[in-house]
């Protein structure tokens, strides 16, 4: 299916922001306090520098095709079988990264929210809003984006900054104690939680305007995507020391629930936080249905993505039940990871140099 | 396009009706049916009260002895109309026996209709000889269930905790609401430690530090918080320390903002002066030098004549001004001293000095951090010098 | 034995009595078929016009036939020496123009008349030279001429020609122009449209003394013949839009279209429960409305008119928003927001906190609320859709009651279910103030049509929080904001200034939940594509500058 709008820089950005903004900064400070402890917050800084190159190289690179998604040039770049083979990759990378969205935001609502109710109502609750959503097509998926941005974002920000309210300075001292290699090693952690715009833009590009300015909004994106995550990693560290944030399994939420100012109304600022967060989750959610979708669609050659988006429910339920306990979901989360980082750091480039051998060649 | 909004219309009912049966209330549960636990007492079971009482305490365990009597504190919801007719205590209180905390509070189920509900905790109390056994294994389920909050306040109490539950007191408040409370005033009176909260230790916990928790005192109808409890990084209470241990050890900690101090006067024999504190810089430094640590706590105090109680004395005098300042610094000082000497004949470390060590000389601090509070921090001398202004007698001569 | 069974002669006489009735439903049909037959419906299409005087009468008598309002006057033309008639509606028309302008100027014998008509020709001999109306049109089809008779108007027939004149001399009894009721505004001007088009327009021809101002008229309803008018600005409003609203107009085939509900028959998604066409009686709304670029519709019969295309957050707006110092408007705009979102949610989100998570409220909060709900029979969701079914029938009540009686809505509905209830332990006090809290939100939007899909929703997402908690109400709003993302209101996106389709349209969104100073909003919504973009040229903005 073509998308039938024409999607803009801005639009490009919102996209870029709401993949990014997942599940991922509830679990992010723990993964990354384990290696760079109380200097989790430069890792997170760093992280982002590194998923900024990764995406200009993909933008670059999607520059080249500025006909097709990536879908297409994979196929032009290493031939039909190797191509659709990387494709699949792409596809599979993505789902999983749905379905990791989906599962931990399944653990923080059940935990929080819902003790007793079955997860399998969370878990089809999140799904069935995402589908009516992707089938309405891309304008209606990236209007309820900016919708969302404008209120649920907002009030999501805004909740965060009370955590400057219970931060101690001396959870953030000493400074790079222990040398700059575990701050580029938790920055390695940090990649899951960035990754996004690098793998969007490849299927998003023929449906640009203005490409001129789409790399500037794209890097606008992450811009504001690492000042949040910075924000909720160094107020986590701050409220809770680097110790304890690697210690506990959903970090971000406790540090929120350590917040509590005597003769006033706030108290429990976690179970706010975690209400708000659902509909931030739900933007990162329908783009990775949405794209998925379109992706799978390509990769099929189908003009019309609706049934693929509707198919792609059921394997992504099966997905997220999948891992049996906790720790199979932070094994499950290391490895997409590592093979966001393998893509966006490994795959990419050398993508970009076979593109560039094929034109001088 | 009348057909295709139809079918989103049908699309987005269908929606809602698949989400309705689904959503099968399976965590309702009405605002007056939870039981709002305000308050938790850990004692030791007592031994032999009589067998009957005792099987009816029993929290069923596979495993664990009858170690612990734990004992909650609810709120009695009452109409405004039965307020007035009975002036009786606002609380209800029920216990269990047992070692699990989570056995121990499905046990209580058992005796109500209204099941426990943690996210209104707001007063832990262990007893000294609760505490002096250890508290690190006993808060794990206060930490690790999801609806308790990390602003719990832990108290000691130095005879059974249950008592400050049981407490009469005269106000008309729940016990615990009423001493959780209590903190509120920590600044003006810094006689007991204020930061002690389960999010608190369980930060002390994972750093593996010591830490100190306040008493909690009951007499007649009415609670006080003093003094502290010390409890090493095994998290068992090894000591106690008096008020102006506190004192000084708030000073130490570069927590201290305000309060009183009380010296002989130097203008009238046999009267006093009154210093109150209003502002307070305070520098501890770490010195390594040739392998030999040493503190250096340098402070500045601004502050106001509170109190003479001699009349007819002039309070401008520069003379007794300078006096005053030199007595009330060594009074800071020697509080400063005894928390510190204190601290060092325990073996046990509050005082923050540790990571001060730890910003400044990291790669020193790695070496001996499993040493620092047996070897090290024993051995290490702290200079201690503090500058008092005294800025005016308030409001007459 | 016998040949006159008694079963065979009941059943016989039974078969009969059957027949009888249905002899008497066929004689019922063909009494009903013979008058639809002899009153057929009359298509005026159907009559051509005749050079025979009396034959064009006789027509019009039959066009006309059983009204009696109808007047036929027929007189001796001495200034043409030919016979004459005029048809008009009685009661309709203005009968002093019609005798002084029409009957005495024709029956005044002229002395040049011949010369004259032959050097004009009949026809113009008569509405150059005779009838001295301010407006005297040919007509040469009979329903042209049946349908200005019908809007109050005179038809003159003059012999030996096939042509009739259609004279103005509409004068109707009209309301006269007051203030509006629906949309009360503190600073607004007092005057708000009526039911007669003819006003209507004056009042927006008064307010923009332009000619790029255009009123172009059309009709709707087969039978009706309603007239509606399509009002927009030459060189603001975008062709394209014009062209759709012009397009789906023509599409209105109803016979009889209710004049305050027309726009239910072309506006977008007529399932959705939002509304996506803007109703409005103030003139000085439509003509701000037509300035930023859009087109207004207004039509004879209602005070309402219409703004096409709508966005959902033109119904957060007031004229007064506009009138005010900029950063006091701005917070009251951006408190009808808040106050929108609240009569949506407040007794979904007391459901929910009370019945799953009393822990998202203060401590001291909780023991009030779980004291107050001590003894209550019912769960929170059956109190709380009490409580809801109670305030919309005493909202519809207070509506419907005449003006003399409502007070004593009041006086039931506050006193004695609010208070009663209460005392008698049946409600919990906070769920009441969670009620009227509601309500009073409700009031407080600055439109109704936007209050009744929110008063809708709150029941569903009420259920959702009795099954699901804080996330069923989350899930519920999600799905909601979906839905309006859909929306699409003549191919504008129904969210169009809150979602920006470019950085070039992001100045949309300082008239839209806050507000800047009038100086500061020089541009024309951009979602728009108005043809010209600004409003504010640059030399009137550089008085601002210097300072």
Known sequence: MMPTRWVSPLQFMVITVNAMVGTSLLVLPRSVAETAKQDLWLAVLLASVLIAVSFRIAAALAARFPGQTAIEYHRILLGNFLGNLLSIAMLALMLAVAAQLIRISRIAVKIFLLDQTPSQVIVLAFLLLAVYAAQSGLGPVIRVQQFLLLFAHSAFVFLVLLGLLEIETEHYTPLLAEGVMPVLAGSLECWSAYSGPELLIGLLYPFLLRRGSVVRFGLAGIGAVTVLFVLIAGITLGILGPEETAHLLIPTIMAYRAIEIPDTFIERIDGYLIIVWIAVCFTSLVNWLYFGGFAAARLLRLENARPVMVLLVPVLAYLVTAPPDFYSVVIVGKWINYAGLTWGLGVLPLLLALAWRRKAG | MGKTSFRRLLLAVSLIALILPLGGCWDRKEIENRGYVLGVAIDHAAPGEGTGKKEFLAAPQGTGRRKYLVTMELPKFRKEADKEISSAKQHLLWAAEGESMFAVARAINTKVYFAMFFEDIQTMVFSEAVAREGIGGLIDFWLRDAEVRRKVKLFVAPGRAEDVLKADLKVDEVNSIFIAKLPNNAERSPYFPSKATVGEISEALRGKRSFVLPFVLVEGKEVKLAKAAVFDRRQRMIGELDEFEVYGAKLIRRELKQ????????????????????????????????????????????????????????????????????????????????????????????????????????????????RWEEEIFPAVPIDINIQITVRRPVLKR | MGYFDANDIRARLQGLKKLLAGADDVSQDMAALARSLRERYVESEDYPLSAALAENLASLREIFSGSDDIR????????????????????????????????????????????????????????????????????????????????????????????????????????????????????????????????????????????????????????????????????????????????????????????????????????????????????????????????????????????????????????????????????????????????????????????????????????????????????????????????????????????????????????????????????????????????????????????????????????????????????????????????????????????????????????????????????????????????LKEEENTHDDAD
Not at chain 2, 343 to 366: D, F, H, M, S, T
Not at chain 3, 455 to 474: D, K, Q
Not at chain 3, 507 to 532: C, F, H, I, N
């Open chain 2, 259 to 370: 309060g009183v101090v009380v010296v002989a006067n130097p203008a009238s024999p046999g009267k006093i002066a009154v210093f109150e504190l209003y502002e307070a810089d305070i520098n501890v430094t770490p010195r390594l030098e040739r392998g030999k640590l040493r503190f250096s706590l340098e402070a500045r105090f601004v502050g106001t004549l509170g109190e003479t109680q001699s009349v007819g004395q002039d309070a401008l005098d520069p003379a007794f001004t300078t006096a005053m300042e030199q007595a009330v610094a060594a009074e800071y000082a020697r509080m400063a001293r005894k928390v510190y000497d204190r601290q060092q004949a325990l073996k046990v470390e509050i005082l923050g000095l540790g990571k001060l060590v730890y910003n400044r000389y990291p790669e020193y601090w790695k070496s001996i951090k499993d």
């Open chain 3, 72 to 535: 036929f006057r027929e007189f001796w033309a001495a200034s043409l020496q030919l016979k004459a008639a005029v048809v008009f509606l009685d009661g309709m028309t203005d009968e002093k123009t019609l005798n002084e302008h029409i009957i005495a100027k024709l029956t005044r014998p002229r002395s040049a008349g011949p010369a004259d008509s032959q050097r004009f020709g009949l026809a113009e001999t008569v509405r150059c030279t005779i009838v001295t109306a301010a407006s005297v049109q040919t007509a040469d089809r009979m329903e042209a001429v049946v349908h200005r008779i019908l809007a109050g108007d005179t038809g003159l027939f003059v012999d030996t020609l096939e042509a009739a004149f259609v004279v103005a001399t509409r004068k109707v009894e009209a309301r006269a122009v007051e203030e509006p009721e629906t949309e009360a505004e503190i600073r607004g001007p007092r005057d708000g449209f009526t039911e007669e088009l003819g006003v209507n327009i004056t009042l927006i021809r008064r307010r923009v003394k332009n000619p790029n101002l255009v009123v172009s008229k059309r009709t709707a309803g087969v039978r009706s013949q309603t007239d509606i008018a399509v009002v927009y600005f030459r060189g603001i409003a975008d062709f394209k839009l014009v062209g759709e609203v012009e397009k789906r107009l023509r599409k209105i085939t109803i016979d009889i279209p209710a004049p305050s509900g027309i726009h239910g028959l072309f506006e977008d998604s007529p399932f959705s429960i939002f509304p996506t066409v803007l109703n409005t009686e103030r003139p000085d709304r439509f003509v701000a409305a037509l300035a930023e670029g859009k087109v207004g519709i207004l039509i004879d019969g209602t005070p309402f008119c219409c703004i096409a295309p709508t966005t959902f957050a033109d119904f957060f707006k007031s004229g007064d928003d506009y009138y005010e110092k900029w950063l006091p408007a701005a917070l009251i705009r951006f408190t009808r927001y808040i106050t929108a979102f609240f009569a949506l949610t407040m007794p979904a989100l007391y459901v929910a906190i009370t019945s799953f998570h009393p822990g998202l409220l203060p401590m001291p909060l909780t023991l009030t609320v779980g004291t107050s709900r001590e003894g209550v029979p019912f769960p929170t969701f059956i109190e709380a859709f009490i409580m809801e079914g109670l305030l919309e029938i005493m909202q519809e009540a207070g509506i419907r009651l005449p003006k003399l009686i409502g007070p004593a809505v009041s006086i039931v509905g506050g006193l004695v279910i609010g208070e009663a209830a209460v005392r008698a332990g049946l409600v919990s006090p906070p769920l009441v103030i969670v009620t009227s809290f509601t309500a009073i939100a409700t009031f407080s939007l600055s439109s109704y049509r936007m209050g009744l899909p929110l008063r809708l929703l709150r029941v569903p997402l009420m259920v959702l929080a009795a099954g699901l908690g804080m996330f069923g109400v989350m899930w519920g709003l999600i799905a909601i904001a979906i839905h309006l993302s859909i929306l699409e209101s003549f191919g504008e996106p129904y969210l169009a200034p809150l979602t920006p389709r470019s950085s070039a349209n992001l100045s949309d969104l300082k008239d839209t939940v806050g507000l800047l100073p009038a100086t500061r909003m020089s541009e024309r919504p951009a979602y728009l594509e108005p043809q010209d973009a600004v409003r």
